[in-house]
């Protein structure tokens, strides 16, 4: 058994590998990382050997041009896709060199997505989009709900929980979204674009709830925007070109 349990609850299979805010150890570390797509004459190489690595509790934001890889990085330090090379690791632990089934563990116990389409099932209501995941893991319904509703009320949704998601604005929904990437008490979250569809006020709540987030709960969290002016969200900045890191902050 690893260093870590979850905070809050005793310890289940879900627990492995990587513990949250290990002494000194970076919650993400990315090294000369490429990633190619297809072969020959149509290969593209999307990310050519990035290398950075981000502290606990740190709040990134990926820039950079359409097409510069954004996506694809994304992608790769969140287990959705596999390099063509270099390696991943999650709290010191190299990732890229894990069983599918162990990745698929990290994916839904200790990685949270969202996405610039919010991807909320529609004949659920809030709440029950929220806590689905946490059902997955196996947490009871009751304990489940608790959490949802705890998330719904932090990020100002508490009297939207029974809501579906035709009933809710895209701010709303979007928010209800990372609610549900965050059930799981993710070490890291993910979003790539998130106020991709929203206007400037949604924006603002939803970035607003991702920090609030970040401040709150300690979640580390990497997300990509177009948005230049997105990045006072952010401690840090990580600006892509052509599958290449041009800018990186720290
Ligand atoms: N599945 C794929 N197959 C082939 N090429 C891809 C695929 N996904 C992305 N690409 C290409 O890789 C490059 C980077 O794409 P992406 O990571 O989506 O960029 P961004 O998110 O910054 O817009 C682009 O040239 C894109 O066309
Ligand atoms: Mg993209």
Do not use: W
């Amino acid at each position: 058994m690893s260093a870590l349990t979850r905070r809050g609850r005793s310890p289940t299979r879900n627990d492995l590998v990587v513990a949250p805010g290990s002494l000194g150890v970076p919650a993400l570390e990315v090294r000369d990382l490429s990633r190619t797509y297809g072969a020959g004459d149509v290969a593209v190489r999307a990310l050519r050997g990035v290398s950075f690595q981000v502290e606990p509790g740190d709040i990134v934001c990926i820039m950079g041009k359409s097409g510069s890889g954004k996506s694809t990085l994304l992608r790769q330090l969140g287990l959705l896709d596999a390099p063509t090379s270099g390696q991943v690791l999650l709290s010191g632990v190299d990732v890229t060199r894990l069983r599918e089934s162990r990745r698929r563990l990290l994916r839904l116990g200790h990685l949270g997505y969202v996405f610039q389409e919010y991807a909320l099932l529609p004949e659920l209501t809030a709440e029950e989009n929220v806590y689905l995941p946490s059902l997955m893991t196996g947490t009871p319904l009751r304990q489940s709900r608790l959490r949802a509703r705890e998330l719904l009320e932090m990020l100002d949704l508490g009297n939207r929980a029974r809501h579906r998601p035709s009933e809710l604005s895209g701010g709303q929904q979007q928010r209800v979204a990372i609610a549900r990437a965050m059930v799981n008490r993710p070490t890291v979250l993910f979003a790539d674009e998130p106020t991709g569809n929203l206007d400037t006020e949604s924006s603002e709540m939803v970035m607003t709830a991702l920090t609030r987030l970040n401040e709150e709960l300690g979640v580390t969290i990497l997300f990509v925007s177009h948005e230049s002016d997105e990045r006072r969200f952010a401690k840090n900045l990580i600006v892509l070109r052509d599958g290449e890191i041009v800018e990186a902050k720290s």
